[in-house]
């Protein structure tokens, strides 16, 4: 009889492939991975450690399961990923209850560790993040049309507030081939759209190949039958080359949008943070962005809170993002991290300053979004269809301008029945807050 073990993964994306490939693994070697928990001989929490909601979130999943192991309804629980990477045996110190905690080295020997845990084992291991592998295959837990790519793992970049390099260790490229293979076997599963990560994807082959590949890896892809949008996130600025806005603007498979983390623009806090380029590098970066790819939409995300970051240094960021007004926006509060030197840097600020500056922040980028949107009515648009909304007799689906589970959606009607994955073509008619509304032109 098959194990059945249950599989909960948070945090980021490439956390997700991560539990995707040992999902894969596991079935490889006959384990049932299961939706339902009740009567699990394991479930795996593959957790995020990088900032404290993101650890609360993990330490509530894991007490939870534990209350499932009490109550008899799984036998074992197991936590992977990279809270179990970044505290080790603190966990089992804290939550004596769990049966393992397995580093993200392990990865590659789930289904014989897992073996081991349900025959009555209570395992600590924690090989060299390293080991952690970078292929496989992958039981797919997004919609069959779409699937994260994951190009590299582990960062070099060393900013000041990130823990993510002594957990995931440095930055480590896939061979291309590898990635072409994948991509390929995704497009013959049905995916129509690639959505390209990694801790630093325009970082991409300067490891393995001593240059910048991410340009030459678009081309490449774009030559896969079967694959129609593809979609970066994660890039630095410093490493938004002229190559990779060619491509963007040449090929027409990639989609004209980016996902461009600037954490802030004054200097003083820009240096402090460890961030490549300065503000005026930056500000030239989105000039030619846009000259070169006119409809281009970036997203970013911002910081508030930094130490250091007073009245003046804050309004600088404000009075940036009201004059860039960019199409998509996050804002974080500053989360000091031990082990990271922005714990232990002076001029620490209050929490509930840090919140005021973020919500600040997050207000004014609403008001820029109402009037982009406000100015994309009449327009007409491609649209991905994820879902048909029996409620109201209509359907969500998702233009270039949005990445799935962080952005907008358009919710729209059709005099015809469509099926998830479809692209049709969508006239805008109206704004609900971040979504547009709009209707199939036939």
């Known amino acids: 009889m098959a194990y059945r073990v249950g599989m909960i993964s948070l945090g980021c994306p490439k956390n997700q492939v991560d539990a995707e490939i040992m999902m894969a693994a596991l079935e490889r070697e006959n384990f049932e991975i299961v939706d339902y928990f009740n009567?699990?001989?394991?479930?795996?929490?593959?957790?995020?450690?990088?900032?404290?909601?993101?650890?609360?979130?993990?330490?509530?999943?894991?007490?939870?399961?534990?209350?499932?192991?009490?109550?008899?309804?799984?036998?074992?629980?197991?936590?992977?990923?990279?809270?179990?990477?970044?505290?080790?045996?603190?966990?089992l110190d804290e939550i004596p209850e769990v049966d393992a905690i397995l580093g993200?080295?392990?990865?590659?020997?789930?289904?014989?560790?897992?073996?081991?845990?349900?025959?009555?084992?209570?395992?600590?291991?924690?090989?060299?993040?390293?080991?952690?592998?970078?292929n496989g295959k992958r039981v797919l837990t997004t919609p069959e049309y779409w699937a994260y790519l994951k190009i590299a793992d582990g960062c070099s970049n060393r900013c000041t507030y990130c823990t993510i390099p002594s957990i995931r260790?440095?930055?480590?490229?896939?061979?291309?081939?590898?990635?072409?293979?994948?991509?390929?076997?995704?497009?013959?599963?049905?995916?129509?759209e690639l959505i390209v990560i990694a801790q630093d994807t325009t970082s991409y082959g300067i490891d393995l190949y001593g240059e910048l590949?991410?340009?030459?890896?678009?081309?490449?892809?774009c030559e896969i039958d079967g694959i129609e949008w593809i979609r970066l996130l994660y890039c630095y600025p410093d490493r938004v080359t002229d190559e990779l806005l060619e491509v963007m603007s040449s090929q027409p498979k990639v989609v004209h949008y980016i996902d461009l983390p600037l954490q802030h623009i004054d200097d003083k806090i820009l240096t402090?943070?460890?961030?490549?380029?300065?503000?005026?590098?930056?500000?030239?970066?989105?000039?030619?962005?846009?000259?070169?790819?006119?409809?281009?939409?970036?997203?970013?995300?911002?910081?508030?809170?930094?130490p250091g970051e007073g009245e003046e240094e804050f309004e600088t960021l404000a009075e940036f993002i009201n004059k860039t007004e960019f199409d998509r926006l996050g804002c974080f509060v500053f989360s000091p991290q031990e082990g990271t030197p922005a714990n232990d840097m002076p001029d620490q600020i209050e929490d509930s300053v840090k919140t005021r500056r973020s919500e600040v922040i997050m207000q004014d980028q609403y008001e820029i979004v109402s009037v982009k949107n406000n100015e994309r009515i009449g327009k007409?648009?491609?649209?991905?269809?994820?879902?048909?909304?029996?409620?109201?007799?209509?359907?969500?689906?998702?233009?270039?301008?949005?990445?799935?589970?962080?952005?907008?959606?358009?919710?729209?009607?059709?005099?015809?029945?469509l099926n998830e994955g479809d692209f049709v073509d969508v006239k805008i008619f109206s704004q609900l807050d971040y979504d547009l509304l709009g209707e199939v032109i036939e």
């Open 39 to 91: 009567g699990a001989d394991a479930v795996i929490i593959n957790t995020c450690g990088f900032i404290d909601d993101a650890k609360k979130e993990a330490i509530d999943n894991i007490l939870s399961a534990v209350e499932l192991k009490k109550e008899g309804i799984v036998k074992k629980v197991i936590v992977t990923g990279c809270l179990a990477q970044r505290y080790q045996s603190e966990i």
């Open 104 to 134: 993200i080295g392990t990865n590659a020997e789930i289904p014989i560790l897992v073996r081991k845990v349900i025959d009555g084992e209570q395992l600590l291991s924690f090989p060299p993040n390293c080991s952690l592998p970078l």
């Open 169 to 192: 260790g440095d930055f480590r490229s896939r061979e291309m081939q590898d990635i072409l293979d994948e991509a390929q076997q995704l497009a013959l599963s049905g995916v129509k």
């Open 213 to 221: 590949k991410l340009p030459e890896l678009l081309n490449a892809l």
């Open 272 to 306: 402090a943070m460890n961030r490549r380029g300065s503000s005026e590098e930056i500000k030239t970066l989105i000039e030619k962005m846009r000259e070169k790819i006119p409809d281009i939409v970036i997203r970013t995300t911002f910081i508030t809170g930094f």
């Open 380 to 417: 007409t648009f491609r649209v991905l269809v994820e879902e048909y909304d029996g409620y109201t007799d209509s359907y969500v689906g998702r233009t270039y301008m949005d990445a799935p589970e962080i952005d907008g959606l358009v919710k729209f009607t059709c005099s015809r029945e």
